[in-house]
């Protein structure tokens, strides 16, 4: 009898310490983890379903276009709330400029921006709201920015053509070129 017991204490004790080990050495092999892609997230509210395409360059020369494949699009979800606009590049783009448009359809409606951010290599630009517009000018033939609301108006140009788009400022490139480093 007294042989059971200890078998069954000494069993329990087992179990009990071989669990608190499991637990200690999952708890070590947590480790955050640094992704080596280049991404771009831009919290904002988009009324209409619609396409946002985020284009880049990794060279600093205004003579050189922006092409398509350089450019990532995402789909966005119309939603009256805020949500989150990713945009991941492919492993080993360093971008030293960038482009981004937004949406394909010309009823798009207003764009209100709450949030930017770039991040590379656990490292981080963020801007919030209006501060957006010091990151990026609008191109004014298809997009009207109001900084005081943080909203992008896109327009149709006089002669029918859209495509709203606002490119990356000298002093933000500056910036993503320390990032990439």
Avoid at 11 to 38: H, P, W
Avoid at 58 to 79: Q, R, T, W
């Amino acid at each position: 009898m007294k042989a059971k017991h200890f078998l069954a204490i000494a069993l329990l004790g087992f179990t009990v310490l071989s669990c608190k080990n499991e637990e200690s050495k999952s708890e070590e092999s947590v480790q955050e983890v640094v992704s080596n892609r280049f991404k771009i997230t831009l919290n904002a509210t988009v009324k209409k379903d619609d396409d946002f395409q985020v284009y880049y360059k990794d060279v600093n020369d205004p003579s050189v276009p922006f092409s398509e494949d350089k450019s990532i699009y995402v789909a966005v979800k119309g939603s009256e709330t805020p949500q989150d606009i990713v945009f991941e590049l492919p492993e080993g783009a360093k971008p030293l400029t960038l482009r981004m448009d937004f949406g394909l359809k010309k009823d798009l409606g207003d764009i209100t921006v709450n949030r930017f951010s770039v991040e590379y290599k656990g490292k981080r630009i963020d801007a919030a709201g209006p501060t957006f517009f010091d990151y990026f000018r609008p191109d004014d033939s298809f997009v009207k920015v109001d900084k005081a609301t943080s909203k992008i108006s896109p327009i149709v140009a006089k002669d029918g053509n859209y495509d709203p788009m606002m490119f990356s400022v000298e002093s933000f490139d500056q910036q993503l070129a320390q990032l990439v480093k």
